[in-house]
């Protein structure tokens, strides 16, 4: 298919040369945002890996580490620790960045109520401005898809030409907006790596009970105890549903991901459930939580987001 003429900016009626145009401002994120490869690589997105330790062996949160491997050291009942990543590892990014003209960037990251990522950012961001690098820096306040279709938004806003202000303030709307709940096995991992309060943690995990837990204020909480794995599933998908619901009753576009933690099946069946009870949904997801949330949910999680795209609305 030929090119429909708008991809390119119009040539000077005088010289027919093409008018310099300003590099596109940069989106960076993190790898907890765990985005489908083949949505990053058309987004061209820079990702930070966390840090997590295995095995007695510090890895970063790349394809080579995996939510199975995190899941099969749990259930061995290794121990296995995260850590953000160092901010010269952010600096580093931001300068090979500028190297290639992009000294405008919008970095969009896991909340800062769960690590210390968004802080790492800054202090990066503080550092490249003395080199004429300008760094914006969101906290999402949310994470994993939550956080990824806030990305896909300053993405495509940063294609579009936006400035780094709009893209900044669209990517932080888009991720308060959406709605992050996730049923889990038991609540020790999280309470180990101090992502949930002992008092929680304790009211949590009564015999026979399964926690159902949402993002609240860039926080985990708990949300309810429901009965059975079951019973914890079909209230899980019943949230997920309401909330998308009131979005698309609203004329906003919504899209969803179903995450899970070796639960691949049932992830697939609960997708599968979405998508035939909510046809209009835009988009739906399928993706295993990485090592660095794994280690914190444990094997067994399934979990869903949510995300109205308000900006898609309008734009």
């Known amino acids: 298919m030929g090119c429909c003429g708008t991809c390119y900016p119009p040539r000077d ?4 040369s093409l008018p310099l145009m300003p590099e596109p401002v940069a989106v960076v994120t993190d790898s907890t945002a765990y985005l489908p490869v083949g949505v990053l690589e058309c987004l061209g997105v820079r990702v930070v890996p966390l840090q997590v330790v295995m095995a007695g062996r510090a890895l970063a949160e790349d394809d080579s580490t995996t939510g199975a491997q995190v899941a099969q050291q749990l259930a061995a009942r290794a121990p296995v620790t995260t850590s953000r990543p160092a901010p010269a590892t952010f600096v580093n990014v931001y300068r090979e960045l500028a190297s290639t003209g992009r000294t405008t960037v919008v970095s969009v990251h896991l909340s800062g109520e769960l690590s210390g990522t968004v802080d790492a950012a800054r202090i990066a961001a503080r550092q490249v401005a003395d080199e004429g690098t300008r760094v914006t820096v969101v906290d999402s306040r949310s994470l994993a898809m939550g956080l990824g279709f806030a990305v896909c938004t300053a993405a495509r806003l940063a294609g579009a030409g936006a400035d780094a202000a709009r893209i900044a303030l669209a990517a932080a709307r888009r991720a308060l907006a959406g709605t992050t709940v996730l049923c889990v096995d038991t609540l020790e991992f999280l309470r180990r790596g101090g992502r949930i309060g002992t008092a929680q943690a304790v009211f949590g995990s009564a015999l026979s009970v399964r926690p159902i837990l949402h993002l609240a204020d860039g926080k985990l ?18 949230i997920l549903v309401a909330e998308a619901e009131r979005s698309l009753e609203s004329g906003v576009p919504v899209d969803i991901a179903v995450h899970h933690l070796a639960a691949a099946d049932l992830a697939q069946e609960m997708a599968d459930r979405l998508r035939e009870r909510l046809p209009d949904l835009r988009e739906l997801h399928v993706q295993e939580v990485g090592p660095v949330i794994g280690a914190h949910v444990g094997p067994g999680m399934l979990g869903g987001v949510v995300s109205p795209d308000a900006v898609g609305c309008t734009s």
Request: glycine fraction near 10%; proline fraction near 5%.
């Open 221 to 238: 909480e708990l949300l309810e105890r429901v009965r059975t794995r079951s019973r914890a599933r079909a209230r899980l998908e019943e």
């Open 13 to 16: 009626p005088g010289t027919g």
